[in-house]
Structure formats: C-alpha cells, structure tokens
C-alpha cells in the first residue's frame, strides 16, 4: 500500500527521515556550528539552535547587518523545512513531493519572509527556488539515499544528539 505524503509525520521512521534531511541541510550549508542538539522526542521543535543563531539586535549591529542576518537565518530554516520533507518524500518513500505539498510550503514561507523579514515577492521566489534547486540536488542524489537511511536510523536510536555528533556522524557516513 503506498502512503501519500502530507506534512504531517506518518510515524517515528518518517519523523526521523525529516530530522536527517533537516541536519543535512545544516551541513550543506555549512550551519550545524548553530545547532545545540537535535531531539526526535521533543513536544516542541526538534531542532534547538544555539543564542547566536537568533536574531540579536544590537547596537554594535548596524540595521543592514541585522537585516541581513535574520534573511540567512530565514534560508537556513527554509531550507530545513524542504530538505524535511524532500527527505521524507524523496530518500525514504522514492516519490517525487506531491505539488499540493509543494505549494503549501511555498505559501508558508511566502508568510513568513513577508512577516519575519519584509521581503517582496521577487526575493521571496528567488529565495525559494534557490532552495528548492539546491536541496532538490542533493535528496535527488540516489548515491546519498543509503548514508540518509544510516543517518535517520542512528536518529531514531540515539534520539537526542548534539551539534557535534552530528557533524561526526555525518563525516562518517561522506556527507559532510
């Protein structure tokens, strides 16, 4: 029987597919050095970042600086959200994402970008397919789908690993 694809978790192996594919992206774009653990039983996000990843005004900061910061930022979790479900879609049920999927990702983070970081629609789509092409690249890449099913089994045994075991984790397997 096969699953449709929605975004909400099927179960614990489909959780622990989106936590790699979110780590994954961490590592791609090199921002795993923001992560203080991952947690495939937290009520709350999986992903807890370190104080320097969120946005810190500052008088030190100038407001373009600032600005810029929170729009990376803003890449980095778009991109954990797609990799999320590309991981899930592509790496562990070998399906391309639904469209309908798709769109209501796209729809989020057109809210989001517009509410968080006040960009217009034209950064907004180029933000968004540069991240859909990027981490389409990599979750289309048959060669990685094993280190991607290693990784999303070492997730759900361990269930809790730091920033660092990432990095470890995923050296080991050739991802990072």
Not at 8 to 36: F, R
Not at 130 to 155: S, W
Request: hydrophobic share 40%; glycine share 2%.
């Amino acid at each position: 029987m096969t699953q449709a694809m929605t975004l909400e978790y099927m179960n614990e192996d489909d959780k622990a597919y989106g936590l790699a594919g979110m780590a994954i992206s961490l590592a791609a774009l090199d921002a795993i050095d923001n992560i203080v653990e991952v947690s495939l039983d937290s009520t709350g996000p999986m992903v807890t970042f370190s104080n320097d990843f969120y946005f810190n005004s500052s008088p030190v900061f100038s407001p373009k600086a600032s600005w810029n910061h929170l729009v990376h930022n803003f890449y980095i979790t778009s991109s954990m959200v797609i990799s999320n479900i590309m991981s899930r879609s592509l790496v562990r049920m070998k399906q391309n994402v639904p469209q309908e999927v798709m769109d209501t990702i796209r729809r989020e983070i057109t809210e989001e970008a517009r509410e968080t970081c006040q960009l217009e629609d034209d950064e907004i789509d180029n933000l968004f397919e540069k991240t859909r092409v990027y981490m389409g690249r990599i979750f289309r890449n048959p060669r990685i789908h094993p280190a991607v099913d290693d990784f999303a089994r070492t997730l759900s045994i361990k269930r809790i690993m730091s920033g660092n075991e990432i990095a470890d984790e995923l050296r080991a397997l050739s991802i990072l």
